[in-house]
């Protein structure tokens, strides 16, 4: 069939901010599908929230909104735009359900919108339980069996009937409270009872507990003709139990038989084909391991995080492929990207092993709780390539920046076998490493697979490892023990160390093709991975291309973690682009498989491969290139420039040496002192001894961080001796070497810039000002663009400050300048000559494509003759709100008060003619419901109780009802404000904070506290369950100030303006 | 300890790596296959009797040895050519090793070369001869001595009577006998015979030699030609034979080689393939319902699309290379297709095809 002729105008809904679980891919396919879709001359309408994404470039789409993606706001773009369809299955779930929700409500038909890429029908087979269940039974589909019961008798019946072990999951309670695995009877007595005494309706699911079968997922790509393809299959080294995100997964499946394989292969194919699926869908199974007995776990009829991973794993394209069978093509009409020969109705072989690693965001949150399970906690991921297993996983571990570059974990070492042992029961992110510590120490296969369920055949595979280590250590060094260890994946450095002896020779690695086909077909794919053989081709391929171009080598960011997110990736990407359009051949490296960058046509080549040293030198020796780029990859690339500097590879761009002159600290300083310009005062220490005199010195509060840091990691506010000694102990228990830097804290306005440099003037497009005073994090804070409330006197400071300062950093290309203004007075925080979180959105909005300058500015262009002039960029007609969006429901224990510690996972934009109603959007697209009446609950530190009472009038007089804990209450009675005391927890067990927040009777939390973290501390306790119970914790008076000024201002969903993106510009 | 051991091909190239499985040398034609999994099915399967096949998915033999999934009841290629082989495998039901296999079955392996070097040689060159030997001087020994004799062969004695059985063998219908059907056994493989059996039909494996008289005189209800590893040019002998069954007007379904063989026997012309169709993922398109299914392939030779057989016309073509897949005869109840219409124990998307064949003996009936 070919293309709808029908189709002129199609809406596409992207996926939101990026939360855990959600994340770069989606930009991905929203990419995707966007080209796919321009390609075929249809106008393309845009929605999403997020500015940080490539999707909402100007390039992307024909009418890009970044506004809230709620089903009013959708709704009146429809009404506006008039699209004929809209593509439902490329923006994950968010987008999935919006499309949903207008469609069941009829909205769609009645504005004559075609619904792309999944029916409700569909949609409701795949996500309503009962209807999945009766779906699966009608095509003789196993679900894990389950049954709801609503007394314990049943519950007994139902649990012989399917035999032990089953899990309980009461109806209703938060976070699956009250539930639990039963092995035997006597348990299931005991946690049936419990669950069905805690659910609020007396209800409970009893459901056959399958943890510990194989974890298999499947990628199926159907068309309407009824084509289907498996696209890949993928094996989950941590059995079910854990979720797949947080899972470390082997492409394809290896410990299936063929029979089993093709059972679930045919079992994937047909469940597709009942759903009518019309696109991507992934389909999850569990096996049992001894027999072929399985079950369907889950069906998603949507591209997904593993259909990023297929698709990079494999080389096919699975979101491209799919807006093409949304819009009306078939498989067999699809041409094969790779090959440019065959079509896209075959099923991918691949000849090496593919290994995802979770990226957790546990080293910043040291409190939050590090047990996986059901609920994913991943903020991000790494893909490696290899010609064996452990090659593969080898990658990935050095890959994922946790500081590894084999599978020993160090600090292991101190555990006693038993402990370790007893560690290895519980999954959290470091099990992979105790169990090799443990195989390491001679624990048998048999136990460990009995204690985790880990296939056999992984635990073998380390055991390869552990084997070589150990010859390593025992027999000479050789040309051929060296080899040996290149091909299982060792760096250099690794080989040396574990041997303690020198290197024979150094081995450079070859490069190999990734093609779909595993060489079956000439492929034209510049898509590359590393491994040690013979052949290299890459070479070949580079020789071919007879291109005369000069190369340059952009490094990427890695895993998405807090702090280095999409952005850079975006910034990558644009720098490619912009380095493309200059006449290079352009490299890209990267190793994160949910991006844009490593898509196999964003770059004329890219290289799947780690961001280490010797991987990276390994790229430039075949490559010769030009020059290389670190300055949009974030802190995974920046690490990089003083070794490539060392090697003598020309870096363009800042050099290393100004890059170490704003990093280190003394030379800064020294800097800071010459152009006369202020910064906090501070001190370097290394000891709890020297960090308590400092602190003195300095006056409380201090702000306290290692040197060398990237998103605030490890950052926090010091108010007394006792905060001081807590934090030197973590530090010193990491086992961080650089010193820790101590700093006095103002309290006062904090001001970011991003502007260009070539080396003789700058151009700043615009300067943020963030509504939370500094000591918030400027990653979390809602940040206005232009700064709102910054005299002349102050703005034209800050410009030639940081006039001053990039030219003294001689940089060249992108910086950023965090700034306070304290008292009227001007001091930098922190100045990074690189790119930064708010490229993106100021690069939007502002209208300047400021990559797109920076990328010329390295390569020796002038801003001058670049048309957008320098200095302060003209005034936008918009004011733009950037607000951040956190994961707090997936991280468990995790204290949500904001502070000098980054914890934001993603952001959105709202953009008005003002800033309430540039706010009032920024706050709504950011998931607040923006309820104007009903309980607000108070409890703040005593620093704050000066301000508090103006505040707290806000919400009293829009009528709202307060309560307080005893101290602030107080102070709001006096201020004339009728307040209900609320008890502390541990004084009254029937009525206080706690059952405050559990009654349903508040909207709105305000509490701060000076201490937090701790998970057991009360203050904590209460905002975790705010979390829970998804009422909006405001942690700062100043977003408590704005949400309440947003509340009192007129706007609502249905008045504020729909500002389409290229309006912004005249 | 591991020993070298050399692969040399026709073309000169010499690739090291180690020696697995049994001792010895061997020498045929290299080919390669892409399946990840399925490794036993290709190590056991009559379609590459003589051969030496590459997998080109790096790690081999990670389940084991599962008697349960071999199609043939031993191994038949030459030599086992993989990057990697699996000591400690993981599947309940396995009972070996990959190596443990081979040198049981007195089939050399090599293993630790670059693979995909040497797929991309043979994806270039074509399929060449090659040869296996513990040193590349021994290995060009043994490969000229077996192209000689590869060439004073050719034209004699039959090839299909490596892999095809010495006896007629009836294995009874799973359930009720609703047809009896005779299988001309070219290499045939279980699976198509467990096909057949679980369809109610009683098979009757005949000897690729035996006359096609000795096949009619048991007046079954219809013919499968089998599928094969060899050129079916090569013996004009079972050309003819299959004529012979052609006109006896029995409903005839050929598969893979018999599906070449039958289109020889009314008259149409061969190709080589540059280096054949051998893996689990090739499309092959249904031309009359413009369906795509995706189909397991061991097969060096196609139809010619510009000499096809008398009174056919082509029902399925492969989406990649255009070549013909399969074939429909108009004045016999006769059809082919070049694919092979099963995929281990999962059920095959191309079933239909013996639902079709069914049809013709009912109709027969």
């Known amino acids: 069939m070919p293309r709808n002729k029908d189709l002129k105008k199609v809406m596409v809904i992207g996926s939101g901010p990026i939360v855990i679980g959600q994340a770069a891919e989606f930009d991905y396919a929203g990419t995707q599908a966007c080209r796919a879709l321009q390609e075929e001359g249809l106008e393309v309408v845009l929605i999403n929230s997020n500015p940080a994404t490539i999707m909402t470039d100007e390039a992307m789409a024909d009418h890009i909104y970044i506004e809230p993606l709620t089903l009013e706001t959708v709704k009146r773009i429809i009404e506006k735009e008039r699209p004929d369809s809209i593509l439902s299955t490329l923006g994950g779930q968010t987008g999935l359900t919006l499309s949903m929700q207008l469609a069941r409500e009829g909205f769609l038909e009645s504005h004559g919108v075609k619904l792309l890429g999944a029916k409700p029908e569909t949609i409701d087979k795949a996500e309503d339980r009962q209807s999945f269940k009766d779906t699966m039974e009608s095509i003789h589909q196993p679900c894990i069996p389950s049954k709801v019961v609503t007394t314990l008798e049943d519950g007994l019946a139902y649990a012989e009937e399917i035999g032990y072990p089953v899990i309980i999951r009461p109806a209703f309670t938060l976070g699956g409270t009250g539930g639990g695995i039963c092995h035997n009877v006597e348990e299931m007595k005991e946690i049936c009872a419990n669950g069905l005494r805690l659910s609020p309706i007396t209800q409970v699911l009893v459901e056959k507990c399958i943890s510990g079968w194989k974890e298999i997922e499947f990628e199926v790509i159907r068309d309407a003709k009824g084509n289907s393809i498996t696209v890949c299959s993928m094996e989950n080294v941590d059995p079910v139990g854990v979720h797949t995100g947080d899972s470390i997964v082997l492409a394809p499946a290896v410990t299936l038989s063929h029979d089993e394989y093709q059972m679930l292969r045919t079992a994937a194919l047909d469940i597709v084909e009942a759903l009518g699926v019309e696109g991507g869908c992934n389909v999850q199974f569990a096996l049992y391991p001894e027999s072929r007995e399985y079950a369907v776990i889950e069906v998603n009829p949507r591209v997904s995080r593993s259909s990023a991973l297929a698709s990079k794993a494999t080389g096919y394209p699975i979101a491209k492929v799919a807006t093409k069978i949304a819009i009306g093509y078939t498989l067999d009409e699809i041409r094969n990207a790779v090959t440019g020969t065959t079509y896209a109705c075959f099923e991918p072989t691949i000849d090496y092993a593919v290994v995802k690693l979770p990226k957790w965001p546990f080293d910043k949150f040291v409190y939050a709780k590090r047990t996986l399970g059901t609920q994913m906690k991943a903020t991000g991921e790494v893909m490696a390539i290899g010609t064996s297993f452990e090659q593969a996983m080898m990658k990935a571990v050095r890959g994922a920046e946790i500081g590894l570059d084999t599978m020993n974990l160090p600090k292991l070492a101190e555990l006693s076998d038993e402990k370790l042992i007893a560690r290895m029961e519980d999954c959290d992110d470091e099990r992979i490493f105790i169990i090799y510590e443990a195989l390491k120490r001679g624990v048998s296969v048999e136990r460990v697979h009995e204690i985790t369920m880990i296939d056999e055949w992984f635990l073998y595979k380390f055991l390869n490892l552990i084997d070589y280590e150990r010859r390593l250590q025992a027999e000479p060094m050789t040309e051929e023990l060296y080899h040996e260890g290149k091909k299982l994946g060792y760096p250099d450095k690794a080989i040396a160390r574990l041997s303690s002896k020198s290197l024979p020779r150094h081995e450079n690695a070859v490069f190999k093709m990734v093609d779909t086909c595993a060489a079956e077909y000439a492929a034209q794919t510049p898509y590359f991975y590393s491994t040690y053989d013979e052949e290299n081709e890459a070479e070949e391929f580079i020789r071919n291309r007879h291109d005369s171009k000069p190369t340059v080598i952009v490094f990427g960011s890695g895993p998405i973690r807090i702090g280095q997110g999409i952005e850079f990736d975006y910034a990558s990407v644009h720098c490619v682009w912009a380095l493309k359009k200059a006449g290079f051949q352009v490299v890209i490296v990267n190793n994160n498989p949910e991006t844009v960058s490593t898509d196999f046509d964003t770059a004329d080549r890219l290289y799947f491969e780690p961001l280490t040293p010797e991987d990276v030198m390994n790229i430039i020796r075949v490559e010769k290139p030009y020059g290389v780029v670190v300055a949009f990859g974030g802190q995974t690339a920046i690490k990089l420039t003083k070794f490539l500097d060392e090697q003598g590879v020309r870096i363009l761009g800042t050099q290393a040496d100004s890059i170490d002159a704003a990093e280190d600290r003394e030379r800064f300083d020294a800097l800071l002192e010459k152009l006369k310009i202020k910064r906090p005062q501070g001190h370097t220490v290394f000891t709890t001894e020297e960090a308590l005199r400092a602190a003195h010195d300095l006056d409380f509060p201090v702000l306290m961080r290692p040197s060398y840091v990237l998103g605030g990691q490890n950052m926090i506010i010091a108010f007394s001796d006792e905060d001081i000694v807590e934090y030197m102990q973590i530090i010193l228990s990491h086992n961080i070497e650089n010193p820790v830097l101590i700093d006095k804290y103002y309290m006062g306005t904090e001001i970011e810039v991003d502007a260009i440099c070539d080396g003789e003037d700058i151009l700043i497009p615009g300067i943020m000002e963030h509504i939370e005073r500094a000591g918030v994090h400027s990653g979390d804070s809602i940040a206005v663009y232009p700064a709102w409330n910054l005299s002349d006197n102050l703005r034209n400071k800050i410009v030639n400050h940081s006039r001053k300062l990039a030219l003294a950093l001689k940089t060249m290309g992108l910086v950023n300048i965090q700034y306070v203004v304290f008292e009227n007075e001007v001091y930098v925080i922190e100045v990074n000559p690189r790119s930064s979180r708010t490229i993106p959105y100021i690069s939007k909005v502002s209208g300047v494509p400021m990559v797109d300058l920076a990328t010329r500015c390295m390569l020796g262009e002038k801003l001058s003759n670049m048309g957008y002039g320098t200095g302060l960029y003209r005034r936008p007609k918009y004011m733009c709100v950037k607000v951040p969006v956190f994961s707090f429901e997936k991280l468990i224990d995790l204290d949500v008060q904001l502070g ?164 912004m510009k005249d | 300890m591991e020993r070298d051991l050399y692969l040399v091909l026709e073309n000169g190239e010499v690739f090291r790596g180690k020696r697995f499985g049994a001792e010895g040398e061997a020498a045929g034609e290299v080919v390669f296959h892409t399946g990840m999994v399925g490794y036993l099915e290709t190590l056991t399967d009559p379609g590459y009797c003589g051969q030496i096949v590459v997998q080109t998915f790096p790690l081999i033999g990670n389940y084991g040895l599962i008697p349960d999934e071999q199609i043939g009841d031993r191994a038949y290629l030459k030599a086992y050519i993989v990057r990697e082989w699996c000591q400690s495998p993981s599947n309940y039901r396995s009972e070996g090793t990959v190596d443990a296999f081979l040198k049981q079955q007195g089939v050399v392996g090599l293993y630790d070369i670059d693979t995909r070097e040497l797929t991309r040689i043979l994806r270039e060159n074509g399929t060449m001869k090659g040869a296996l030997a513990e040193s590349p001087e021994r290995a060009h020994e043994v490969l000229t001595a077996f192209i000689k004799e590869d060439k004073a062969t050719e034209g004699h004695a039959s090839k299909v009577e490596l892999v095809t059985r010495r006896e007629v063998l009836t294995v009874p219908a799973k359930g009720e006998t609703r047809f009896r059907v005779a299988v001309m056994d070219y290499g045939c493989t279980r699976n198509l015979v467990r096909m057949l059996t679980e369809r109610g039909m009683e098979v009757t494996l005949f000897p690729a030699g035996t006359a096609a ?143 079709q064949f069914e049809k013709f003996m009912k109709d027969a009936q």
Request: glycine share 8%; hydrophobic share 35%.
């Open chain 2, 213 to 355: 008289l000795d096949v009619l005189v048991t007046d079954p209800d219809g013919i499968i030609l089998s599928n094969g590893p060899f050129d079916p040019e090569e013996d004009a002998e079972l050309i003819f034979e299959a004529q012979r069954l052609v006109y006896s007007g029995k409903p005839l379904m050929g598969v893979d080689f018999g599906h070449l063989l039958l289109a020889l026997a009314r008259g149409a012309r061969m190709t080589k393939l540059k280096h054949g169709h051998r893996g689990a993922n090739q499309p092959v398109k249904h031309l009359p319902s413009d369906r795509v299914y995706i189909a397991s392939h061991a097969q060096g030779y196609a139809v010619d699309a510009d000499f096809l057989p008398m009174n056919a016309w082509a029902t399925f073509e492969n989406l990649n290379d255009k070549t013909v897949e399969g074939l429909q005869y108009t004045d016999i109840p006769a059809f082919s297709v070049q694919f092979i219409p099963e995929d281990g124990r999962g059920k095959s998307t191309t079933g239909f095809l013996f639902d």
């Open chain 1, 900 to 1063: 000098p510690e980054m914890k934001s996972t993603g952001e959105v934009l709202g953009i008005g003619r003002t800033l309430e109603e540039a706010l009032y959007k920024g706050l709504v697209a950011a998931g607040y419901k923006m309820k104007k009446s009903g309980g607000i609950f108070i409890t703040v530190r005593d620093q704050d109780k000066g301000e508090i009472a103006e505040i707290a009038e806000k919400y009293y007089q829009m009528g709202f009802r307060l309560y307080a804990t005893r101290g602030t209450a107080e102070l709001l009675e006096d201020e004339g404000m009728p307040v209900m005391v609320v008890p502390k927890i541990y004084k009254n067990a029937k009525y206080n904070s706690m059952t405050l927040v559990e009654s349903g009777e508040i909207n709105y939390i305000i509490s701060s506290s000076k201490k937090g973290r701790l998970p057991q501390r009360d203050s904590v306790k209460i905002r975790r369950k705010a979390v829970e119970h998804a009422i909006p914790c405001l942690t700062s008076l100043d977003t408590a100030n704005a949400l309440a000024d947003s509340l009192m201002s007129h706007y609502s969903q249905e008045n504020t303006e729909l500002v389409e993106l290229k309006d």
